[in-house]
């Protein structure tokens, strides 16, 4: 019997981790992804889950599929969780992973397509894809009498790299059978096949040629196929290419340590060189594409980037798919690259992206070529995996659509639900990979946001009524009820420190307990409340206390 147990990716973008179990064979995880966090405001960038609350083993290995941050961004935070735990992956993947400063922390095998991978009892086969990063995989896994296969991110059409799906060993792997296939679902909504990725190069050169001024390009800090192509259509207007942000520099970094792009000499150009370059020679290849808090669109479009700000004349292409919830961010941010004078080209007014997912018919295809016996759907939300269940029925599958945290058990009679929902915690992140956010953190933070925060303070008076000190942030109270508080307070302070001994955290919490509970009454409102109250007297000296 194997259990699977999906902990990331169902109902949702992202966090993508699946964690196989066989009583024989042992424990798998495939992908350790992460999460864009839904209320960027509240210091939160992206979370994962908390692997060490899923209990059992530690696994025999993680096998990741690819290097993108919905795949491996929380490999870390597995590696805490089970220290030493062998990571499998591509050349492009484990280099990825080892320049992030994980190799410390594990050992790393590289993947190859002749030679099976064996953990445990796992077998594990990959498959180079196509996909928009290098070193993407489709896996067999078999273990306990299943035969499982992750593809996921992946086309049947060839990469922006060049980069092939062989569609025969697909096909090999359904004649010698497949009883699971875990299918991505990202565009199972998407009824027109994408463009070429010949046609979106040829799209973004006929753009950059005729722009006037400075070319802006928005595109995933991963995309190195992307930015290549952006690279040749800027050699080819006269025009050179500055990477800016952080995960591209990053990105170029570890390409080049498997052998580079290709690129001319003096093509690439330093973001610190850009004040002496001419605006109308520069094509800036710029990350944030999905508009996070902090990145460099993000920055550019609202004037916080130092050394680049727009113009009338220049152009922005947003070379990228907008990921679902995003929507809103973008726009606003589209709105005031027009208000500096910029032309704005998306993906829906000019073939300049194709996505990496496989749309509808490529879905279909997929199914004609493993011949599963039942299909999991993954990566999206509860419409986009109903609507993979729907394709994969009318090729003759069993379906099972399941939420994260929902077991599923493979027997020789097939697949189906266990009954049993495991915890799926997450793990919450700021920028920093190491800038873990306490859960209750979380909570206050959101809570202050609504509702805004209510201090008081008391102070002591010796033998007098203690003074109290209000102070509210994100609140509008008004003069006559903060009044009519404080006096309440002095009140309750009174009673509360007049005795011979005193319980001081006693004393607090019957204060905020009182003062929640008049501010509701009083204004409807639930602030977070603080109160603070004097420590012990010092002992008296003598003299008098100032009043």
């Excluded at 916080?304 to 292409?317: E, F, H, S, T």
Aim: with cysteine; hydrophobic share 45%.
């Amino acid at each position: 019997m194997v259990r699977l147990l999906p902990i990331g990716g169902l109902g949702e973008f992202g966090a993508n981790s699946l964690v196989c179990d066989d009583e024989v064979a042992g424990r798998l995880v495939i992908d350790v992804g992460a999460a864009f966090f839904e209320e960027p405001v509240l210091g939160v960038s992206h979370q994962v889950p908390d692997f060490a609350a899923i209990g059992g083993p530690p696994p025999q290995a993680v096998v990741l599929s690819h290097a993108h941050d919905d795949h491996c961004k929380g490999l870390g935070v597995l590696l805490g969780a089970w220290p030493g735990t062998v990571v499998a992956g591509s050349r492009a993947t484990v280099t990825w992973c080892r320049s992030a400063g994980l190799a410390r922390r594990s050992s790393f095998t590289e993947l190859a397509a002749a030679t099976p991978f064996v953990a445990g009892g796992w077998v594990v086969d990959a498959l180079p894809v196509s996909h928009s990063i290098p070193g993407t995989l489709a896996l067999r896994l078999r273990a306990g009498g299943m035969t499982a296969v992750l593809a996921t991110d992946m086309r049947l059409t060839p990469s922006a790299l060049g980069e092939q799906t062989p569609a025969d060993r697909l096909a090999a792997w359904g004649r010698e059978g497949v009883d699971v296939l875990l299918l991505d679902a990202t565009n199972a909504l998407v009824t027109t096949p994408p463009p070429s990725e010949a046609a979106v190069g040829t799209a973004l050169g006929e753009l950059i040629r005729a722009a006037s001024g400075l070319v802006v390009v928005v595109t995933f800090a991963s995309h190195l196929g992307r930015f290549s192509q952006v690279a040749r259509a800027a050699a080819a207007s006269g025009r050179v290419v500055v990477p800016i942000g952080r995960g591209l520099i990053e990105a170029l970094a570890v390409q080049a340590r498997l052998g580079g792009l290709g690129a001319p000499v003096g093509l690439v150009r330093s973001y610190r060189e850009l004040p002496r370059l001419p605006r109308d020679g520069v094509v800036a290849v710029v990350t944030g594409s999905q508009g996070e808090a902090g990145s460099a669109f993000t920055r550019l479009a609202t004037g916080r980037l130092p050394g680049l700000a727009l113009r009338g004349g220049d152009c922005v292409l947003h070379a990228a798919r907008l990921i679902p919830g995003n929507e809103r961010r973008l726009a606003g941010l589209f709105d005031l690259c027009v208000r500096q004078g910029a032309r704005v080209v998306t993906a829906s007014e000019a073939p300049i992206h194709a996505s990496g997912h496989p749309h509808r018919q490529e879905l279909v295809e997929l199914c004609d070529l493993l011949r599963p016996r039942a299909v999991v759907p993954v990566h999206g939300w509860r419409r986009h995996l109903e609507t993979v269940a729907e394709l994969a029925r009318g090729a003759g599958a069993a379906t099972v659509v399941a939420d994260n945290g929902d077991e599923l058990v493979w027997t020789a009679s097939g697949l189906e639900p266990s009954g049993r929902r495991r915890a799926t915690g997450r793990l919450s992140f700021g920028d920093g990979e190491n800038d873990l956010v306490e859960a209750g953190v979380v909570h206050e933070r959101r809570v202050l946001a609504r509702s805004g925060v209510l201090v008081a303070v008391v102070e002591s008076a010796g033998g007098a009524v203690p003074r109290v000190h209000l102070h509210s942030a994100g609140l509008r109270l008004g003069a006559e009820v903060e009044e009519e508080l404080a006096a309440g307070l002095r009140g309750e302070a009174a009673r509360g420190l007049g005795g011979v001994r005193v319980d001081r955290d006693d004393v607090r919490l019957t204060m905020e307990r009182w003062l929640k509970r008049e501010v509701r009454r009083r204004c409807g409102q639930r602030p977070a409340v603080l109160v603070s109250v004097p420590a012990d007297d010092p002992p008296s000296t003598g003299g008098e206390r100032p009043s």
